[in-house]
Structures are given as structure tokens and as C-alpha cells.
């Protein structure tokens, strides 16, 4: 660019030299704004690469707590209780273990399904079924463990009915883990503009602020769950008034038989 401008001012009559001068200016205010541009869009790329593999290390957290250490805490607390019924009540003892191997398969399927990156894990055969499922699994003598769900399931997309069964497990695992209750109230409803489930224990209950302080996992990762799909949940609790966890998700709307014109 500067030996053309020298060639104009060359061959011109009037002040040459500033016109040099001035295209030179212009020549590095123009070189200037690009690096400053190129640095930038460097900068942006670093950050978003951060953010990502920040992201995937939160997802991967989330799917061994939730996944994972499930099926290892049922395992636990079954075998636990088949120790309990060994010598007073064998064939109950034997259906533990027999609850134990299960939980076992399945954590090194869903170990199998993490590790390949075959996410989201096979669809659910339906919430409903899979809480109850669930309940039977960790099912405790001394915890009345009650379930309702209403609405239809179709209105929800096959992701969100999994999302919503990892969040209401984990708010029942914690339940029955850490809250020593006599009584837990699982609900479920499921509108066409919205997915809302409860768990409702009468237990010990506990400071929520202390426990976010303490870093928790289960907790975090049921409000990241809930995020990730536009909606909320929110936990209410105070020592000795037992807890409540209540999800809401937004669902799409969908026209269902008719077309507008």
C-alpha cells in the first residue's frame, strides 16, 4: 500500500509526502485493529473451550452421582438389610441379595452406557413404572413410602420424563439416607404446560445453606438437571421440620389432531 501511495504521490503535484504520510496512518490503524480483533476472537475461543470442558466435567459429576453411586448406595443398603434378616428371616435375606446382583447389573450398564457416551441411557418404560420400581428397590420396613402420579405421560418429552426420574430418585435417596423419616410422599403431575413433582418427608430435616456450603453433590445436581431443561428445583427445609423438594418444568406445547390454517 505504501508503494502505491509513493507512485501517486509521485506523479501528483500537490504535497506527496503527506499523502505517504497518511495512508502509512491508516495502514497501521488498520493492521492494529485486526491483531486487536485476532486476539479477541483468541481470547473467545480460550474461554468457550473452558467453559465447555467445564460443562462436561459438571455432566460427567452428575452421571457418576447419579447413576453410578445409586446403584452402589442400593447395593449397600440391601446387603445391609439381608445381614439384618440372616438369621431370623432367611428368605427375606435371599430376596435382598437377590435386589443387590439387580442393582449391580445395572450400575455396570449405566458404567457400560457413561464410558461409551451413549447418553441419555435407554429411554424409561415410563416415570410411573420407574419410580415404582425405584421404591420397591429401596424399599424399608420401618419408612411408609407413599407415590401418586397424574396426568399423561406423552405430554413430556421422553428426555424430560428421564430428567425428572434422576431428580425425584436423588430427592428420595436423600430422603431416606439422611433424614431418618417415618414417612415420605412422592407426587407427580403431569400437565400439558408443565411437569411438577414433590418429595415430602417427615424427617430430621437440615439447613440448606450449610449444606450448599458444604459442596454437596445431590443437591447441585438436581437444581443443574432441572436448569438444563428450563425449570426449577427448589428445596425447603429446616432441622427437625423434614424436607420438601418440589420440580418444575416447563413443557412445550404441542397441537395434537388439528392443523390451523
Request: proline share 3%; aromatic share 4%.
Amino acid at each position: 500500500m505504501r508503494h502505491i501511495a509513493r507512485r501517486i504521490a509521485a506523479e501528483s503535484d500537490g504535497p506527496g509526502e503527506l499523502f505517504v504520510l497518511a495512508i502509512a496512518g491508516m495502514e497501521e490503524s488498520l493492521s492494529r485493529r485486526i491483531r486487536e480483533s485476532a486476539e479477541s476472537y483468541h481470547s473467545f475461543l480460550l474461554n468457550q473451550v473452558h467453559r465447555a470442558q467445564e460443562e462436561e466435567r459438571r455432566r460427567i459429576a452428575r452421571e457418576l452421582h447419579d447413576r453410578i453411586g445409586h446403584g452402589i448406595s442400593v447395593a449397600h443398603q440391601q446387603l445391609a438389610l439381608s445381614e439384618a434378616y440372616r438369621m431370623s428371616d432367611s428368605a427375606r435375606a435371599t430376596a435382598k441379595i437377590s435386589v443387590v446382583q439387580q442393582a449391580i447389573l445395572e450400575t455396570m450398564e449405566n458404567l457400560r452406557q457413561l464410558t461409551s457416551e451413549l447418553h441419555p441411557q435407554t429411554p424409561l418404560r415410563g416415570l410411573e413404572k420407574a419410580l415404582m420400581g425405584f421404591l420397591e428397590a429401596v424399599e424399608d420396613d420401618g419408612v411408609s413410602v407413599a407415590l401418586t402420579v397424574s396426568g399423561d405421560e406423552s405430554w413430556a418429552d421422553p428426555r424430560v420424563l428421564d430428567e425428572a426420574f434422576l431428580i425425584v430418585r436423588e430427592a428420595v435417596r436423600n430422603a431416606l439416607a439422611h433424614g431418618c423419616p417415618a414417612m415420605v410422599l412422592v407426587r407427580v403431575n403431569i400437565a400439558p404446560h408443565e411437569l411438577f413433582a414433590s418429595v415430602q418427608d417427615n424427617g430430621r430435616g437440615f439447613d440448606p445453606a450449610a449444606v450448599r456450603g458444604r459442596g454437596g453433590v445431590g443437591l447441585a445436581s438436581m437444581r443443574e438437571r432441572a436448569e438444563l431443561l428450563g425449570g426449577r428445583a427448589i428445596v425447603s427445609s429446616e432441622p427437625g421440620q423434614g424436607c420438601l423438594v418440589e420440580l418444575f418444568i416447563p413443557l412445550a406445547r404441542q397441537s395434537r389432531g388439528r392443523t390451523d390454517l
